[in-house]
């Protein structure tokens, strides 16, 4: 049986980014990018006004200011062929190329106009309540990137900034990692959809919509929901079969030690190689992970739901990230307080769902309440889960362990 960070690894291990695809860049935010993109020119590429004002000769005014003939106004987008001459200057838009022979940009707040802006003629005489040094208020030419220079190398993740860089620089189609396409599978003759009327014997399935919530809040939107399968090897196998068809095939239930956990015979007669079946963590110890023949990706989690909740934040999310590209593919941990004291039983790893909030002191972990893996109710308002190794002394209030933040 494996440790929680042993299997993550073995995992990993296994697994690569898949092949690159070109998607329209209005599809590639959330993306992990798979070739480097380059500046098709300077950026800015001219000398660009960084404020509404007036282009000068620095040397044409001294600290205090002076007089200068305004002879013409530039706005933005606009091109001005002259050359300011001594004595001169030019009315310039914020954005707007700065002429030849300027070397500064004034502020129209340091004129006679002060505060009112552009609010009577701008040619004419001018009065500058304070000179410029060379270069003020001017974005130079190439300061930002020269063309042809790297401005995102592969690996790195579309955020929407860098996808308005690559607007920026046209360009518009992009080799990126796509998302996995999953399966989502629930198994047992005691679930019922959840638009059903369960039996008294019989329970809503929770867990689908668990880790179809947990895929999608995290990006990963490529879903396909086969439904539920009875503990029979023929449905199982129609549905496994069909998830199969997938890059990731993720499995609920039939994985423990019962006459009627039949899912890793199934998934081994139809090719599917075991990787490794248990993990040393309470909830969520008999978890089957295999690759199929044409190597997709097989988790069959445990049918309590948290269990499933478990064994998607901390296995299924590393796995999906890793596939579509992701250098850090498992989120970092953090540390909390314990805001009550716990006795964590047993000898396995506990992963707990707890509520995480600042107090001013750094993240607060306030357990919530739970009558075991099968306890939904407990823990709906739980965005993160506490990691605590089994101890005869009961964790005390105040005391710190590991988090990971879910939402």
């Not at 006004?49 to 044409?60: E, N, Q």
């Not at 707890?354 to 308002?381: C, N």
Request: with cysteine; net charge negative.
């Amino acid at each position: 049986m494996l440790e929680l960070t042993e299997a993550q690894e073995k995992l990993l291990g296994n697994l690569s980014p898949l092949p690159p695809v070109a998607v329209p860049l209005a599809e590639a935010v959330g993306h992990v990018l798979a070739e480097p993109v380059r500046a098709d020119r300077p950026i800015p590429p001219f000398d660009r006004a960084a404020m509404d004002g007036y282009a000068v000769r620095s040397a044409d005014l001294p600290p205090e200011g002076g007089t200068l003939d305004c002879v013409a106004e530039i706005k933005a987008g606009e091109a001005w062929e002259g050359l300011v001459q001594p004595g001169t200057c030019v009315a310039i838009m914020t954005g707007a190329a700065v002429p030849s022979g300027a070397d500064a940009v004034i502020e129209v707040e340091k004129t006679g106009a002060g505060g009112r802006g552009f609010a009577g003629p701008s040619i004419g005489p001018i009065v500058f309540t304070a000179g410029a040094k060379p270069g003020a208020n001017i974005a130079a030419q190439g300061e930002d990137a020269m063309a042809g220079e790297v401005l995102l190398q592969p690996g790195a993740v579309l955020f929407p900034t860098a996808c308005g860089l690559l607007a920026l620089v046209g360009h518009t189609t992009v080799h990126v990692h796509p998302r996995p396409r999953v399966a989502l599978l629930s198994t047992g003759d005691e679930i019922v959809a959840p638009e059903a009327v369960p039996t008294a014997v019989q329970v809503r399935d929770a867990n689908r919509a668990i880790v179809t919530g947990v895929l999608r809040q995290a990006g990963f939107d490529r879903i396909t929901d086969l439904g539920l399968a009875r503990d029979n090897a023929a449905d199982l196998r129609r549905a496994v079969t069909e998830g199969l068809n997938h890059d990731v095939l993720l499995v609920s239930g039939g994985v423990s030690m019962g006459t009627s956990d039949i899912v890793p015979a199934v998934l081994s007669e139809l090719g599917v190689s075991c990787l490794f079946a248990r993990v040393a963590i309470k909830p969520g110890k008999p978890l089957w992970v295999g690759r199929s023949a044409t190597g997709g990706l097989v988790l069959a989690m445990p049918g309590n739901p948290l269990a499933a909740l478990a064994h998607s934040m901390e296995m299924v999310l590393p796995a999906l990230r890793r596939l579509a590209g992701h250098a850090r593919p498992i989120l970092p941990l953090q540390r909390a307080r314990l805001t009550e004291a716990l006795k964590v039983k047993g000898d396995r790893l506990a992963l707990l769902p707890v509520r995480l909030e600042p107090d001013g002191r750094g993240l607060a972990a306030t357990p919530l309440r739970s009558h075991g893996s099968g306890d939904v109710v407990g823990s709906a308002l739980a965005n993160g889960i506490i990691f605590l190794r089994p101890s005869e002394i009961p964790y005390e209030e105040g005391s710190e362990a590991d988090v990971r933040v879910w939402w």
